[in-house]
């Protein structure tokens, strides 16, 4: 994802117990965790990005539906993306979704601690320049 520093990226502490949580990395003011969580055989990217932005709801933090802004960021690649407000600030938080083989959803999510205002919007055109790409 342009604009977010590159990061060691460990094994998820959980991945033993929990295998579709992969990988887990942080570079101040950046945390980035990797799930592969299984799919229905066949499933495409659009059907992975409805059914794990319908799944963020039951996470705990996450706000309400309304409150989270889903849209397609080209053929393959789509994201939920919200803020949490702290105290000072505000962590924006980015679920980069697709799908890979037909057998695993793809899911980056992507957070960002911020106490200036300014960086919101920035943070949307960070994000808008991501992209899930199959090799």
């Known amino acids: 994802m342009p604009g977010i520093p590159q990061m060691r990226m460990g094994v998820h502490p959980k991945n033993a117990s929990q295998p579709q949580l992969r990988f887990l990395g942080s570079a101040e003011p950046y945390a980035v965790a990797v799930f592969t969580p299984a799919a229905a055989e066949g499933m495409t990217p659009l059907e992975c990005a409805g059914a794990i932005a319908r799944a963020l709801a039951a996470r705990p933090g996450t706000p309400p539906p309304s409150q989270v802004l889903k849209t397609r960021l080209d053929d393959r690649t789509f994201v939920a993306i919200y803020a949490v407000p702290l105290v000072p600030g505000v962590q924006l938080n980015a679920h980069i979704l697709s799908a890979a083989g037909g057998r695993?959803?793809?899911?980056?999510?992507?957070?960002?601690?911020?106490?200036?205002?300014?960086?919101?919007?920035?943070?949307?055109?960070?994000?808008?320049?991501?992209?899930?790409?199959?090799?």
């Open 104 to 135: 695993y959803c793809i899911e980056v999510q992507v957070t960002k601690v911020s106490i200036d205002d300014d960086d919101l919007a920035s943070w949307f055109t960070e994000i808008e320049k991501a992209s899930i790409v199959p090799r």
